[in-house]
């Protein structure tokens, strides 16, 4: 068989697979993405393969660059890589992504046990106060109303549970002009 229809015949087996499968995702017949755990999981990753055309007899590119996995440490991501590398070499020649996927995912643990998720957030130093003197000034000015939150207030009830006397009085007159009165029988 040649490479091509080896492929073929791997992707029709991981299609049939991974069917209705949310961690599984076709972007072209060459290239996949794999979700490793949960999504609101923190030691989840993404796997991104992309099959070269002599595969299987050449190895996949495997990268984890999805924005998914812009909280994993640089140092873990390359942990993970080199496992998956081990993997590969080790299942070089045959249909092999399958065995990577469900390997990834007995072996999570592993290879996110020293995963720190990575904090993209700003920090103000302590040396910077008047910056955070400013931001204390802002919080202290009062807030603007929307035209619904005003309007919620005013439908709310005095002090005592009551409506206040006529809050209602359009729709009262809207009501009656469509029944009419006692008169009108």
């Known amino acids: ?14 299609r049939s697979i991974y069917e209705g499968d949310e961690c ?15 999504l609101e999981d923190t030691k989840a990753f993404l796997l991104d393969v992309m099959w070269p055309e002599t595969y299987p007899e050449t190895s996949p590119q495997i990268t984890l660059d999805a924005f998914f996995n812009n909280r994993i440490s640089a140092e873990t991501k390359q942990l993970i890589l080199s ?3 081990e993997q590969v070499e080790a299942n070089l020649g045959t249909a092999m992504m399958y065995t990577l996927f469900e390997w990834a995912k ?4 592993v290879l996110m ?3 720190k998720p990575v904090s993209t957030a700003v920090t103000i130093s302590s040396s910077d106060t008047s910056s955070s003197a400013s931001m204390a000034k802002k ?10 939150q005003k309007r919620r ?4 009830t005095d002090n005592k549970g009551e409506l ?22």
């Open 83 to 85: 496992k998956l590398e």
């Open 24 to 38: 599984f995702k076709e972007i072209s017949p060459v290239s996949f993405q794999f979700r490793i755990g949960d």
């Open 106 to 109: 007995e072996n999570q643990e």
């Open 164 to 185: 206040p006397r006529g809050w209602n009085w359009v729709d009262v007159i809207k009501h009656l002009s469509k029944t009419g009165g006692k008169d009108d029988e």
């Open 139 to 148: 919080k202290e000015k009062k807030e603007q109303l929307t035209k619904a």
């Open 153 to 156: 207030m005013i439908n709310r």
């Open 1 to 14: 068989m040649t490479a091509n229809e080896d492929q073929e015949m791997e992707l029709e087996a991981l």
């Open 113 to 115: 046990e020293n995963h």
